[in-house]
């Protein structure tokens, strides 16, 4: 697994505003402890490497952490981002200033572990569909601030990104329909704002059983469906319905033991909150060498 990821300059300013911040809220005033059993003119020289087995996603960011902290800290990156880890694997190397590479580590360990285990997760889960067409999606059920990260590392497990927020999509689930009085009301109601505030965007609306799908396809005005909680079956018999005429989107439950039955279907996308939010971060570490 080697899904390449192009970090555009916009996210490397956004994930080293994030990397700062994380940096502020782990050093303070200094990291004293350093600063109190090591010189500051002490070279140092670690390796970072794997524990586990699983799918490599950080190293860029990690990257980024050490050049932060001092940017005449060298780092070797021998492993890319999207890269199946056994065990005893050297991810990469770093050189520098050991007061910098101390203070370094544990923020750059932390995206490095959190981000290899969404993406050993989302590689595990994307392995029982590869071979169809169905796309897996992430959610917005994601670690505040962290967002772009943990979105990195679900496409370098072989997921796909859904909407980023609230201001790049619409998605018009049941609590807005209940309160906007209906699904017609909800749509259209959808059409006239983007209308008003000329604003381009995609159309999704949740529907949670057949009487719902019926009127959004009467409605129309909408790019995709998501079925929420329907049964494989009825997921297969309401994707027939729709015909190809907008996308569909199965949500709802679905687990690495289910996907597949779920994905047969023909449904265009099943999006997994669990990508994200029920994870266990991936074991490696920083040794000198």
């Known amino acids: 697994m080697n899904t390449a990821i192009i970090m555009t300059k916009n996210d490397e300013l956004k994930i080293a505003d994030l990397i700062k911040n994380a940096l502020i809220e782990d050093i303070g005033d200094g990291d004293h402890t350093s600063l109190a059993t090591v010189s500051n003119t002490e070279q140092g020289n ?10 490599l996603a950080g190293a860029e960011v990690a990257l980024m952490v050490f050049k932060q902290v001092d940017k005449s800290t060298e780092v070797n ?11 005893g ?9 050991s007061l910098s590479l101390l203070s370094a580590e544990r923020t750059a360990l932390n995206f490095i572990q959190r981000m290899s285990g969404i993406a050993t997760f989302t ?3 994307y392995s029982e569909i590869s071979d169809l067409s169905t796309k897996l999606l992430d959610t917005r059920k994601t670690t505040p601030c962290n967002r772009i ?7 370098l497990g072989g997921g796909t990104n859904h909407r980023f927020g609230l ?3 619409i998605m018009i689930k049941d609590n807005h329909v209940d309160f906007a009085g209906g699904i017609s009301n909800a749509i259209i109601s959808t059409q006239e704002y983007l209308n008003r505030i000329k604003k381009d965007i995609k159309i999704e609306i949740e529907v949670r059983n057949f009487g719902e799908l019926d009127e959004v396809i009467k409605t129309g005005g ?7 909680n329907f049964s494989p079956a009825d997921l297969k018999k309401a994707v027939e319905i729709i015909g190809g005429k907008y996308e569909t989107e199965a949500s709802g439950g679905i687990t690495i033991r289910s996907i597949r039955s779920y994905a047969l279907s023909g449904v265009d996308f099943i999006s997994v909150g669990a990508l994200t939010h029920q994870i266990n971060s991936l074991d490696l570490s920083l040794i000198t060498c």
């Open 123 to 125: 590689n595990k889960i």
């Open 222 to 228: 909408i790019d995709r469906i998501m079925l929420d």
């Open 149 to 155: 990260v943990e979105k990195m590392a679900v496409r």
């Open 167 to 169: 201001y790049d999509m």
């Open 89 to 97: 694997d050297t991810v990469m190397t770093i050189s520098g200033n």
């Open 46 to 55: 670690v390796k970072l490497i794997s524990k586990d087995n699983g799918i």
């Open 77 to 87: 990156i021998l492993i890319e981002d999207g890269s199946s880890i056994v065990p």
